[in-house]
């Protein structure tokens, strides 16, 4: 990675220099010999350093290799971790052992009351480590920095809500957050989530760090959950989790600094806005579908419900896309989620931004579909609800000029194509 960005900041260089207009040939000779030099120079430092660490991994796992065989106080039959960090289970003292090594030297911390739970219940991954012991209710979160082990130890059985449970034993299980900055790291755990059913929490650590209980279900709700199989399904989509109960109809929305929780029958009505032009909505009480069902006008709130089909070979300058949340709560009216994760404006007819656009909609797309699904979920279950709410309000219907206006002001904002703007023209002059 970094020799791609030495060679990349050069090419730029090289390219400024003859855009300048200011250099001649002896000048482009002498940079081409440079150029030339440089990258010669910098293989050698990278084959060097992929020397020095492939060694050095070599020494690490020899130096794991004599601790194990000198060392006969604890048991290593169980582990797991890596040639930098691993972690020991001994099942007789109850205790996992930490340990950093590092070319100079090992350095080891115990922690007390931890047995193996199983492997996905400790579970390690760039440095990051979480374990989470059923038995005790114990949560072990860490990582390390130079020689020092850093970690931090949760007692849920010692917290005051939810010592409750379910009627039966339900498997707690982690799972793991993808966020914008560190997405593609191939096992990114720097956001995990525990999720523990039989009493109604989740812990979120960040960074091997311990951050956040959420109560997710008051403690009498709990015995009335039964069966012994999770109930909760859990999507990754754009940089929040969106983890859902489908037993109490409860939703938990976990971005890079914060959570909410919804029940199913809070959500009123989900909608995907572009540069603040309404898109798509979908209420209890009705739904108004997009060009990729016919594209309709939405009755008097004057957007075409559209562009989500992607369309993006248009000439569109995208400054926001956002799916709004419309809440059954006079506190909070409106819970917005955030699609356009960089910043600036994105212009689609510019290949990488063209690129990020699909991205961006892809996930805009999958979070509206998740949560109309909730809506329809919610409207099933709770039909006296759906009913209050899809109550006709009287207004004033809007006018095929007033329409027409509208389906302008689209087109001129690059939502709309030519082709679109006529045939949504065509159909209001029917």
Same mark, same amino acid.
């Given at each position: ?25 002896? !000048? ?30 070599e020494k690490r796992l020899r130096m794991i290799k004599e601790d194990e065989q000198a060392s006969t ?44 739970? #199983? ?35 949760? !007692? ?174 006079t506190d909070q009216t409106t819970y917005t989620l955030y699609f356009k994760d960089s910043s600036g ?7 990488? =931004? ?24 919610? #409207? ?21 000029? =007033? ?28």
């Amino acid at each position: 990675m970094k020799t791609k960005t030495y060679l990349s900041a050069l090419v730029l260089l090289f390219f400024s220099l003859l855009a300048g207009g200011s250099v001649n040939d002896d !000048d482009i000779r002498a940079f081409a010999i440079c150029f030339v030099v440089i990258v010669v120079v910098i293989g050698i430092f990278v084959g060097i350093q992929n020397v020095v660490e492939s060694s050095n991994k070599e020494k690490r796992l020899r130096m794991i290799k004599e601790d194990e065989q000198a060392s006969t106080d604890f048991d290593r039959s169980v582990s797991i971790g890596d040639d930098r960090c691993k972690l020991y289970f001994d099942a007789s003292k109850n205790k996992v052992m930490i340990m950093r090594i590092m070319t100079e030297g090992i350095t080891k911390e115990y922690v007390d009351g931890f047995d193996f739970p #199983r492997k996905d219940l400790a579970r390690y991954g760039n440095g990051i480590f979480n374990v989470y012991d059923p038995k005790s209710r114990k949560l072990l979160s860490g990582t390390y920095k130079d020689a020092k082990i850093i970690y931090d130890v949760t !007692d849920f059985s010692q917290e005051s809500k939810n010592r409750k449970t379910t009627k039966e034993a339900i498997e707690p299980f982690f799972c793991s957050m993808k966020t914008k900055n560190n997405s593609t790291l191939a096992n990114d755990m720097s956001t995990n989530v525990l999720i523990d059913e039989n009493h109604g929490l989740m812990a979120v650590t960040r960074n091997g760090k311990f951050k956040q209980l959420i109560y997710y279900i008051k403690e009498e709700k709990l015995p009335t959950k039964t069966g012994c199989e999770s109930r909760i399904s859990v999507k990754n989509i754009g940089s929040y989790l969106f983890i859902m109960d489908d037993f109490f109809k409860v939703l938990v929305l976990i971005s890079d600094s914060s959570h909410k929780v919804f029940n199913y029958t809070d959500i009123i009505e989900v909608s995907y806005e572009e540069n603040g032009n309404q898109l798509f909505t979908k209420s209890t009480g009705r739904t108004v579908g997009g060009a990729i069902v016919g594209g309709v006008l939405m009755g008097g709130a004057g957007a075409v419900v559209g562009g989500l089909s992607g369309n993006s070979k248009q000439n569109k300058e995208i400054k926001s896309m956002n799916v709004k949340i419309l809440l059954r709560n006079t506190d909070q009216t409106t819970y917005t989620l955030y699609f356009k994760d960089s910043s600036g404006v994105l212009k689609t007819k510019e290949e990488n =931004d063209r690129k990020l656009y699909e991205k961006y909609l892809k996930n805009a797309n999958r979070a509206k579909d998740l949560l109309s699904i909730i809506i329809d979920d919610a #409207r099933q279950n709770a039909p006296q609800i759906a009913h209050v709410v899809s109550q006709p309000v009287a207004s004033k219907s809007p006018s095929i000029a =007033d329409e027409l206006t509208k389906l302008a002001k689209l087109k001129n904002d690059g939502i709309l194509t030519e082709e679109e703007f006529q045939a949504q023209k065509t159909k209001l002059l029917g």
